[in-house]
């Protein structure tokens, strides 16, 4: 019903940028907020950034000044500049999203399939 599909990973030198997108398509009727999150191999999942419907924006403090988080609410994406990339940014990358499917009163939480960000030092 819903599909969230992130792009714009890769393999980066330290120092880098990359800007990653997620695009949401479906029976979406409206997306309140929208995160990034990333795991590192052998670590759990941690959140990266928020933000919310009216564009308001919370970041982990290990990337607060290096990467800014913004959406389109009009094309249902999001995206995620990454600049001055470190080798500890290296993960899997996954948007999530709560999202509200056109006929139903409730939002429910949605994920993407990930993408692949390697920082190489």
């Known amino acids: 019903q819903v599909q969230l599909v992130e792009s714009g990973g890769g393999l980066v030198q330290a120092g880098g940028s990359l800007r990653l997108s997620c695009v949401g398509s479906?029976?979406?009727?409206?997306?309140?907020?929208m995160r990034w999150y990333r795991q590192a191999p052998g670590k759990q999942r941690e959140l990266v950034a928020t933000?919310?419907?009216?564009?308001?924006?919370n970041y982990a403090d290990s990337v607060r000044g290096r990467f800014t988080i913004s959406r389109d609410n009009a094309r249902n994406t999001m995206y995620l500049q990454m600049n001055d990339l470190k080798f500890e940014d290296t993960g899997v990358y996954y948007c999530?999203?709560?999202?509200?499917?056109?006929?139903?009163?409730?939002?429910?939480?949605?994920w993407g399939q990930g993408t692949q960000v390697t920082v190489s030092s």
């Open positions: 999530n999203a709560a999202i509200r499917l056109t006929g139903s009163a409730r939002y429910s939480d949605y």
């Open positions: 933000i919310s419907s009216g564009g308001n924006t």
């Open positions: 479906g029976r979406i009727f409206n997306i309140n907020a």
